[in-house]
């Protein structure tokens, strides 16, 4: 049996195939494994970026219930510096109600924020509940004015309905 040169040619052109389909096997694989490699760095990326948000969201949450308490302190301390005899001075305690509403309302304002970002699932609900379960229960069932049907702190009040059944 004679080898032609038809069958030269094409054994040549199929090893040659081959080079190219390793070739090309070679650079897919290499781009999938870059590729691979910057989906872990953007993940990573995303991690750190989602812990960054809830530790602010966190820290806003603790500065706005500092102004709270810091406003009710004010007011008590008014109240019990005053002299027996002594009327209390309606402007002061009305500047300091006002302090007391609005910080109040900026509290529960963040806290409605974090659990909006629970209840859309931007934060773990399995990793706050434990941390922030009384802190919204105490809120809710201390403030009940707050929380009637029609309240603009529905996510709290969502948030408190889920916890409660769990």
């Known amino acids: 049996m004679e080898v032609s040169t038809v069958?030269?040619?094409?054994?040549?052109c199929s090893i040659i195939s081959l080079l190219i389909a390793i070739g090309a096997l070679y650079f897919a694989f290499s781009q999938i494994k870059q590729m691979s490699s910057q989906l872990k760095n953007m993940n990573d990326t995303f991690r750190n970026s989602t812990l960054m948000t809830v530790l602010e969201l966190e820290n806003e949450l603790i500065r706005r219930k500092v102004s709270w308490d810091d406003a009710s302190f004010?007011?008590?301390e008014y109240h019990i510096g005053l002299e027996k005899k002594e009327k209390p001075n309606k402007n002061v305690v009305e500047l300091l109600q006002d302090k007391y509403g609005t910080?109040?309302?900026n509290y529960l304002n963040a806290?409605?924020?974090?659990?909006?970002?629970?209840?859309?699932?931007?934060i773990s609900d399995r990793d706050w509940k434990t941390e922030y379960r009384d802190v919204i229960f105490d809120i809710v069932r201390n403030n009940p004015e707050e929380f009637k049907v029609n309240t603009r702190y529905s996510n709290t009040i969502k948030i408190y309905e889920k916890w409660k059944d769990e």
């Open 111 to 122: 806290l409605d924020r974090f659990c909006y970002c629970v209840l859309h699932n931007y």
């Open 7 to 12: 069958d030269w040619i094409n054994a040549i």
């Open 74 to 76: 004010q007011l008590r």
């Open 103 to 105: 910080s109040f309302e």
